[in-house]
């Protein structure tokens, strides 16, 4: 939806494409899955930033659905790593009341993911200071086309007439319907790419383009992208 020009403050909701681990790993001599570990301590880091300075929606790229072609032992050290994750963040994410949640094809990974991501879903779905999403086999041509599926079926069996589809329709059978678009992207490594994330929610969002790998994006890094974004004049649209 558009609104008025305005100048911004804190985001809302901030988005990151996690980039660089692989190149920190190799400048280093390391395994690609060492450059994922300290990633993972990235992502801790910028969870609790975001609580610190006011940020709610918080949607982390984690794994796309182009990711599936990668070796298997780095998918493999991926989804242990993000067991892992859930198991130690889960009660902090509790304590502070952050409500966890998934964006993607949560039925394409492995059973002991799944199961993790679920429960910790349950435990914090009542949980209101913040969200984290994690966007886990994530495309957003997919969930774009899972929509007009939606969509068409509902028009088929006579439940919606075609020419009321409109911009609504779609917003409301994406992945996360009730989440905020994103105000603020981020970007490490220093590529200028969307690489199939949110195509549909990032249509009016600021980018921030880091240089810094994602395992070297700490604290002082994310809250300089936040300064930055401050500073923008979001227009919208409009000419002022
Ligand atoms: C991109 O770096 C990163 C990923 C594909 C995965 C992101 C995963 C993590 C940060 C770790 C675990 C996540 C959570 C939520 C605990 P790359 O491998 O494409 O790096 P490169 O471009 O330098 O090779």
Redesign the pocket.
């Given at each position: 939806m558009k609104k008025n020009a305005e100048k911004s403050s804190i985001p809302e909701h901030v988005a990151i494409i996690?980039?660089?681990?692989?190149?920190?790993a190799k400048e280093r001599g390391l395994s690609?899955i060492k450059?994922?570990e300290e990633?993972?301590e990235?992502?801790r880091v910028i969870v609790d930033a975001c609580r610190k300075v006011g940020v709610k929606y918080l949607t982390?790229y984690?794994?796309s659905v182009e990711?599936w072609v990668r070796p298997k032992a780095e998918i493999a050290g991926?989804m242990k790593?993000?067991d892992k994750?859930l198991t130690e963040r889960e009660k902090d994410l509790h304590e502070n009341d952050v409500r966890l949640r998934v964006s993607g094809r949560i039925e394409d990974l492995p059973l002991f993911v799944r199961r993790k991501l679920k429960k910790v879903m349950a435990a914090t779905k009542d949980n209101r200071a913040g969200q984290l999403i994690?966007a886990l086999s994530y495309g957003g041509r997919t969930e774009i086309a899972n929509a007009a599926k939606q969509i068409a079926k509902l028009a088929a069996t006579g439940q919606l007439e075609p020419e009321k589809v409109d911009e609504a329709t779609v917003a409301e059978h994406l992945y996360l319907p009730d989440v905020p678009d994103p105000d603020l992207m981020i970007r490490t490594?220093g590529e200028m790419r969307l690489s199939n994330f949110l195509l549909w929610q990032l249509s009016y969002a600021e980018f921030y383009i880091s240089k810094k790998?994602?395992p070297d994006f700490r604290e002082a890094e994310f809250l300089e992208a936040i300064e930055e974004y401050k500073g923008r004049r979001r227009r919208f649209g409009d000419i002022k």
């Open positions: 996690m980039d660089g681990n692989g190149r920190w690609r450059g994922h990633g993972a990235s992502v982390l984690a794994f990711n991926l790593l993000l994750f994690l490594s790998l994602w």
